[in-house]
T-cell receptor, first 118, second 116 residues
Framework: EPEVTQTPSHQVTQMGQEVILRCVPISNHLYFYWYRQILGQKVEFLVSFYNNEISEKSEIFDDQFSVERPDGSNFTLKIRSTKLEDSAMYFC????????????????FGEGSRLTVL | AQSVAQPEDQVNVAEGNPLTVKCTYSVSGNPYLFWYVQYPNRGLQFLLKYITGDNLVKGSYGFEAEFNKSQTSFHLKKPSALVSDSALYFCAVRDPYNNAGNMLTFGGGTRLMVKP
């Protein structure tokens, strides 16, 4: 069964450092997302990406965050200068193409990348 | 704006008993509703969804959920709980007509504990 894969599974970094989290979405999916979850709590939306551009982003997704699809398979989340409060589990997800009236497809999530900022 | 609430942080049930995990939602139009499960140190796994049609939706692992428009609810149910069902359960909603990003909004999660 196709799956979303994420690397690294765990990254420890110093405050102020740049971090890049990588994701390989399911190959025939066209919508990509990043969510985060702090300490097993609520899953928070960060950004969605479609047709090589951001389609929506939350207030969490400030100027320190960016996303990129550098090639046909990878989808990356960059945090430019990490803060302590960026420590969380970051989940990548993908979904099928949007149908009329909004996509009916469920999101498929990766196993997550745990980011620890010291 | 779309939102979803899970009023219970934790639900405890004995193995073999029926279980219910509650979810209520708020969207401006007709919602698309989803349930996901998260096992420890794992990602979110899709359980089931309601898009249209029958209000009772059946999903993975024997779970089902009932869409109730008048009560704006989408409670998750299972007739007979297993210890292996113990996990964190998330309800999610998408407003298909006011949602340029196609995003899901998740509830706060409910921890299900099934005791032998």
């Amino acid at each position: 069964e196709p799956e979303v894969t994420q690397t690294p599974s765990h990254q420890v970094t110093q405050m102020g450092q740049e971090v890049i989290l990588r994701c390989v979405p399911i190959s025939n999916h066209l919508y990509f997302y990043w969510y985060r979850q702090i300490l097993g709590q609520k899953v928070e939306f960060l950004v969605s990406f479609y047709n090589n551009e951001i389609s929506e982003k939350s207030e969490i997704f400030d100027d320190q965050f960016s996303v990129e699809r550098p090639d046909g398979s990878n989808f990356t989340l960059k945090i430019r200068s990490t803060k302590l409060e960026d420590s969380a589990m970051y989940f990548c997800a993908s979904s099928e193409d949007r149908t009329s009236g909004g996509g009916t497809g469920e999101l498929f999530f990766g196993e997550g990348s745990r980011l620890t900022v010291l | 704006a779309q939102s979803v609430a899970q009023p219970e942080d934790q639900v405890n049930v004995a193995e073999g008993n029926p279980l219910t995990v509650k979810c209520t939602y708020s969207v401006s139009g007709n919602p698309y509703l989803f349930w996901y499960v998260q096992y420890p140190n794992r990602g979110l796994q899709f359980l089931l969804k309601y898009i249209t049609g029958d209000n009772l939706v059946k999903g993975s692992y024997g779970f089902e959920a009932e869409f109730n428009k008048s009560q704006t609810s989408f409670h998750l149910k299972k007739p007979s709980a297993l210890v292996s069902d113990s996990a964190l359960y998330f309800c999610a909603v998408r407003d298909p007509y006011n949602n340029a990003g196609n995003m899901l909004t998740f509830g706060g999660g409910t921890r299900l504990m099934v005791k032998p």
